[in-house]
């Protein structure tokens, strides 16, 4: 998804750590792009450090989230709260352990956790994901224009995507950092602007609340326990945590990001910059969300057959055409603002696709390249990658709204590298094999249910959840008028459903739940059978301490004490002490800088 740009800590403090600049320098060399991102002194850019501030605000949040609001109501708001617990989790239990290896590719620490292979299944696992994720990220503009300007939804797709090939590919990273910055600005304008003007347009903040209001669409006390309610406290708090956990902690772009900065104190004031940037955003589609409703209160576009809006994607641009196409300007930056989204996303993307597979596979297997091949390697990569994921745009497109689907896409793919991620440093007594049988159950359930949940909900076969809506306001079809269409809403589980329609009815929000659970829960139990059986040598080969999160392995010995631990940890005290009294010299330097 696309970055949204903001300066996290001052570049004079940038040079402090200095491994960590050799290391990004040596990448950078890899990939031909030495000078792209970087000072004349060798310190990384104002950009390519400012990458942490806010990430992951694309044309699916734009599109996606206000209609989320606009059927079912300001309890998605809750949504919100779950970035609390993820920033606390990345910056206590994942960040300690990626500063404490400075990889160049994130996905080596499989290789060094556990063994090659199962670095190979999740640098695939990560790019599959790239190669789905970005047709998706084109697909929400693509439907815009296809409503502002009445453009063909492919070719819009097509021009999207030859543009990004061409300036990630030969721009390279300083091309994207720049690209970035400029988008996010964009972004943001385009969102605060339609939400001022709307507002003010539909008859104010009063005229907003009081409509939404009317149909329930502002009651937030809903405790449901039922996975399969769509939107409540549990969803908004826990499902959402582990829907977006996958993203900062499973990625190799945002991995690489935290290790820019110099100190791992900087990381974590950028993770909780990052973390009030994200309130916004929810606060903005949120009351987005509502102010389309307050607009459309009495004639719901997207019941009246296509005649409007061929899906609620299309929510947002309907309405800025229809109330806003009066200001000069407004709806080309809508256009642009989506399209920002689209660009940065697929971009980073496309940067992200190369630096995968040259570390992971090329290097490997062919260690006689010059970084000049490898620069040419990588620029190839890039260009075929973006054609291939291209033609995934017809099967996107039958995918139904892309929010949902989108949420099944980061459960299946980066939902097992958390998942492996978390069992490597939480669990000293995870092995290999026990982390890879783990996949396949996971796998097997999260598609099992994810793709179910997709193709019977386009069936219609799912329960409806949606708020009341109504049309007897329409005047498209005079047939419409003086009626009013209510949804099952608060009585739809009364209805009678089969148990396969149940299971498949779980909201999407605990898809990544379930994903990265499973992958905990089966790679532990696996990994139990392993060891208890002598197998793959499980109780032979003790972890080194730096492979585990320090606040975990502080909670294992206090429980089964240090002498237990010494069974599967091997702690290397000396070179803790050693980290720790150069972290301190760097941070000296840093106050004598001053």
Not at 92 to 119: C, D, G, I
Not at 573 to 585: H, Q
Request: some cysteine; overall charge neutral.
């Amino acid at each position: 998804m696309a970055r949204i740009s903001g300066l996290c800590g001052r570049p004079d403090r940038v040079h402090g750590h200095r491994r960590v600049l050799r290391m990004l320098q040596k990448e950078q060399l890899h990939y031909g792009e030495l000078s792209d991102g970087w000072e004349k002194d060798g310190r990384p850019s104002r950009f390519s450090v400012a990458h942490l501030r806010m990430s992951f605000v694309s044309a699916i949040t734009m599109l996606g989230e206000p209609p989320e609001v606009y059927f079912y109501g300001l309890i998605y708001i809750y949504f919100s709260f779950a970035f609390i617990p993820m920033t606390l989790s990345l910056s206590y239990l994942y960040l300690p352990v990626f500063f404490r290896l400075q990889l160049t590719s994130a996905y080596e620490y499989f290789e060094l956790r556990f063994n090659r292979n199962v670095r190979i299944v999740i640098s695939a696992s990560a790019i599959v994901h790239l190669m789905i994720y970005m047709p998706l990220t084109v697909w929400g503009p693509s439907l815009a224009l296809d409503q502002v300007a009445g453009l063909n939804k492919y070719m819009t797709s097509i021009v999207i995507f030859l543009v990004c090939i061409a300036y990630s590919s030969i721009g390279g990273l300083k091309a994207v950092l720049w690209s970035d910055a400029f988008q996010a600005f964009v972004m943001f304008a385009t969102m605060l602007t339609v939400l001022i003007l709307g507002i003010s347009k539909v008859g104010g903040m009063g005229v907003v609340w009081e409509r939404a209001e009317e149909t329930g669409r502002t009651n937030v006390l809903l405790f449901d326990p039922d996975p399969r309610t769509r939107h409540t406290f549990w969803t908004g708090t826990i499902a959402a945590f582990f829907s977006w956990i996958p993203l900062f902690a499973g990625t190799q772009a945002q991995i690489q990001r935290y290790l820019s900065v110099p100190t791992i104190r900087d990381a974590r004031k950028c993770l909780f910059f990052n973390m009030f940037g994200l309130f916004a955003v929810i606060i903005l589609c949120s009351l987005t969300g509502l102010m389309i409703f307050a607009k459309y209160y009495d004639c719901d576009p997207v019941s009246l057959d296509n005649q409007v809006v061929s899906s609620s994607d299309q929510l947002v641009p309907l309405f800025v055409i229809d109330v806003l196409g009066d200001y000069p300007g407004l709806p080309g930056l809508l256009v642009a603002g989506l399209t920002c989204g689209c660009l940065s996303s697929v971009s980073s993307a496309l940067n992200a696709l190369p630096a995968i597979i040259v570390e992971d596979y090329v290097k490997h297997y062919r260690t006689d390249l010059t970084d000049r091949q490898l620069g040419y390697i990588s620029k190839l990569i890039s260009a075929v990658g973006g054609l291939v994921s291209f033609s995934l745009i017809f099967v996107i497109a039958s995918a139904g709204n892309i929010l949902p689907f989108a949420s099944l896409l980061h459960g299946t793919f980066l939902g097992p590298i958390v998942g492996v991620f978390s069992l490597g440093m939480f669990f000293p007594w995870s092995n290999a094999l026990g982390s890879m049988l783990g996949i396949i159950p996971t796998l097997a359930i999260t598609l099992f249910i994810g793709v179910g949940s997709i193709l019977q909900g386009n069936e219609g076969l799912l329960p409806v959840q949606k708020l009341p809506l109504r049309t007897d306001g329409c005047y498209v079809n005079e047939m419409l008028q003086d009626t009013f269409f209510s949804p099952a809403g608060k009585g739809w589980k009364d209805e009678d459903y089969s148990p396969l329609t149940k299971i498949f009815s779980i909201a999407y929000l605990w898809q990544p739940a379930i994903t990265i659970m499973s992958t905990l829960i089966f790679g532990m139990l696996f990994s139990i059978i392993i060891n208890a059986s002598g197998g793959n040598n499980g109780r032979k080969r003790r972890v080194k301490s730096r492979y585990l999160s320090p606040h975990v392995l502080s909670m294992w010995v206090y429980i089964f004490g240090s002498e237990r631990m010494k069974k599967w940890v091997e702690f290397e005290e000396d070179e803790d002490v050693a980290r720790n009294k150069i972290d301190n010299s760097d941070n000296k330097s840093e106050i004598s800088a001053k």
